[in-house]
Nanobody
């Protein structure tokens, strides 16, 4: 059974950087390379939002709020997706989740997606 495990969250000062990792377990490499993957976040009292997408082709999309600051990438040899976050702002504080492949067929609508634990990112001085 496929699972995505997020890691790398931490407390960081405004202007700082973090790299989040999302490791896919239970997926063969031949399957993982076909997955479209997304990074999401949910701040307290707010709806979950899609912040970055990487398709199986390697092309990427970003929410306007993170464009130019965040970079999504993937290492198919390691079954892992990353989110490099630079110039972090207090508004980036949230629990960050990754999802895609068989657990989330519709990245944008998030309908019927199954979620993991996420990783907490707190941006504060």
């Amino acid at each position: 059974q496929v699972q995505f495990v997020e890691s790398g969250g931490a407390l960081v000062q405004p202007g700082g950087s973090l790299r989040l990792s999302c490791a896919a377990s239970g997926a063969s490499r031949s399957h993982f390379i076909t997955y479209h993957m997304g990074w999401y976040r949910q701040a307290p009292g707010k709806q979950r939002e899609l912040v970055a997408t990487i398709f199986s082709s390697g092309s990427t999309n970003y929410a306007d709020s993170v464009k130019g600051r965040f970079t999504i990438s993937r290492d198919n040899a390691k079954n892992t997706v990353y989110l490099q976050m630079n110039k972090l702002e207090p508004e980036d504080t949230a629990v960050y989740y990754c999802n895609g492949g068989p657990l989330c067929r519709s990245l944008a609508s998030m309908s019927n997606c199954r979620w993991g634990q996420g990783t907490q990112v707190t941006v504060s001085s």
